[in-house]
């Protein structure tokens, strides 16, 4: 009982209780916390949060470890955290700045600014903290990045750790979630959305994603001025980014030929080509006619294949350097990274981890495969260096005092948004200088869901004495309504904006406003009301610069009206 007792509450001759009792309370609450996260009710989980709530369950029993301890897991954790998230979305942050995303990602902005607002009003007619204020939107809008840099904010502002901050999050998660998913549902019925209407652009890529996809389209050439001319000429004629990939000559439709920059077209050959939707109808209007062609089961010839590219000496060479078409006989039709195809432009520059589809001769695509890699065991190998280097640049740029007029106090990014700045930056642009930043899915979601449960157990433990306090005697329970007004106002004004303003498809808005929110649950809710990929197109689009946001505006906040 003795060891039982020690190992529980901690040895009273060592530092912080012992190694084996401060392992012992981590481990079992984001074990615990874990198994509860796989309960679902009417669909719907809470996830890792259930941590949160067991360490707290802890803590209140006074199960728990030394304050230094813990806020060292708890940095630590976030850390890890936001650096894998930024790794995941670097590569594609910038793109999404383009037309269709630079709309998409203001829709964000205004619904952030809004629950800002909100919350800032609701500080001053309450009269609560804004210490508490910020841990209820956090919890309202489910970012957790959120919370650990408004702790962290008024920790370096008043040298001491908030906890109504991590007990307003706890309180206004919950419906922060369902909330969500209800607003999405609710708008489906005031904009009175024809969904079937709304699937079927949306399948075709119309509208706000029609620069952030590509779709292969099939057409018969009927512009006689296009008779004779090679691929060269005709690209050059219509200015478009644009591949094709496949031509059947009029003479002799039952053999699919490739096609290079050489290839002469006539009238009445039909092509397949690779482009972005805003571009399709024009390029259909100047060849010809739409046409249907189940290429993949009527060519016998050519295999399309997809594949990984995993040699490091590839990084950062551009698609005209590999010469593909004139050293295999091969052609790229597509590009996907971090699940977004892009059409394969000479000048693109090719990443670790991308893949690339290739078609060709079986020979063909064999050879290309093997100078392009394809080794899955190659990506097993984890690339540690960057991550390492990246987390320290991260520190030494969060730790950077930035001083704004009207703050007192200089602005950090801190120790979320630092890390979280660089390993965008060193995704997006360390290929460029032969800097590999890949790191396998499965890689970075073991990173994420570590740093994600270390600093949910820590913030847990750490809100626990004061957690049922809170509710009981000092009208916590009132918060969540607080927190229900900052989740679902914004989401239906951005709704009803986005919808009247911009004209944007229902699916890529509710899409859009889980992003905004950075809320999975309410992206899965969401990509369960269609086949189409346009929630996650949305959701990835807006994703990145949200998180930037609230993570910016958590500590601006803290620090401005603390």
């Known amino acids: 009982m003795e060891l ?20 012992l309370i981590l481990s079992l609450v984001i074990a615990f916390g874990i198994m509860l996260g796989k309960i679902k009710v009417a669909g719907i989980s809470l996830g890792v ?10 803590g209140h029993f006074n199960l728990n470890l030394n304050e230094h ?60 903290p804004i210490t508490t204020m910020v841990g209820i939107l956090s919890g309202a809008v489910t970012n957790t990045p959120g919370l650990g840099a ?23 998660y919950p419906l922060g979630v369902i909330g969500a998913i209800l607003a999405l549902l609710a708008l489906k019925y005031f904009l009175r959305i024809n969904t079937q209407q709304e699937e079927a652009d949306a399948e075709r890529g119309l509208g706000h994603l029609q620069e952030l996809t590509v779709r292969p389209v099939s057409v018969e050439l009927r512009n006689e001025a296009m008779d004779g001319k090679t691929v060269q000429e005709v690209k050059h004629l219509l200015a478009r980014a644009f591949v094709i990939s496949r031509i059947r000559h009029h003479e002799n439709e039952t053999l699919t030929e490739l096609v290079n920059g050489e290839t002469v077209l006539h009238t009445h050959d039909k ?6 939707p805003k571009d399709v109808d024009a390029i259909v209007a100047f060849l010809g006619v739409r046409i249907e062609v189940e290429w993949e089961k009527e060519d016998k010839n050519l295999v399309s294949r997809r594949i990984l590219i995993t040699k490091p000496e590839l990084n950062g060479k551009s698609l005209q350097q590999l010469r593909v078409r004139q050293s295999f006989g091969a ?17 693109l520059q090719l990443q670790m981890g991308d893949r690339v589809t290739i078609v ?17 065991k190659r990506l097993d190998h984890p690339n540690l260096m960057p991550i390492f280097l990246g987390i320290a640049i991260g520190c030494i740029l969060g730790s950077l005092p930035f001083a704004f007029p009207g703050i007192p106090q200089p602005v950090k990014l801190g120790l979320a948004g630092g890390p979280l700045i660089v390993s965008i930056l060193i995704s ?135």
Not at 49 to 58: D, P, R, S
Not at 112 to 117: A, E, R, W, Y
Not at 364 to 376: F, I, Q, R
Request: charged share 10%; with cysteine.
């Open 360 to 376: 060709g001769s079986e020979l063909a695509v064999t050879h290309a495969e093997k100078v392009l890699g394809n080794s899955l």
């Open 271 to 276: 092509i397949l080509f690779i482009a972005n």
């Open 331 to 347: 052609c790229i039709t597509r590009v996907n990274r971090s699940g977004v195809d892009l059409v394969p432009t000479p000048h």
């Open 150 to 172: 408004a702790q962290q904010a008024n920790s370096d502002y008043h040298g001491v750790d908030a906890p109504e901050i991590a007990l307003g999050y706890a309180v206004a």
């Open 69 to 128: 301890l813990l806020h060292f897991l708890k940095e630590f954790g976030l850390i890890l955290f936001v650096y894998s998230i930024g790794l995941q979305v670097g590569p594609g942050f910038f793109s999404a700045f383009k037309k269709g995303g630079l709309t998409l990602n203001v829709l964000s902005m205004l619904v952030v600014f809004i629950s800002v607002l909100i919350t800032v009003v609701l500080h001053f007619v309450t009269g609560l």
């Open 428 to 562: 997006r642009f360390g290929p460029q200088y032969k800097l590999i930043t890949y790191t396998t899915m499965s890689a970075n979601l073991m990173i994420r869901e570590i740093g994600i449960s270390l600093f949910l157990a820590c913030v847990g433990l750490g809100a626990g004495k004061e957690f049922v306090d809170t509710i009981i005697y000092e009208g916590g329970y009132v918060w969540i309504a607080y927190g229900a007004i900052i989740t679902i106002v914004p989401l239906l004004l951005g709704g009803f904006i986005g919808r009247y303003a911009w004209k944007i498809n229902y699916y890529t808005l509710i899409g859009v406003l889980s992003g905004t929110n950075t809320n999975p649950p309410a992206l899965a809710y969401s990509s369960e009301l269609t086949s189409c990929d346009a929630p996650a197109v949305g959701y990835a689009t807006v994703y990145p610069l949200a998180m930037f946001l609230r993570v910016l505006t958590a500590q601006l906040l803290v620090l401005v009206l603390g």
């Open 4 to 23: 039982l007792r020690n190992l529980f509450e901690g040895y009273p001759n060592l530092w912080g209780g012992g190694v084996a009792h401060s392992v």
């Open 49 to 58: 949060t259930w941590i949160l709530f067991v360490g707290i369950v802890f």
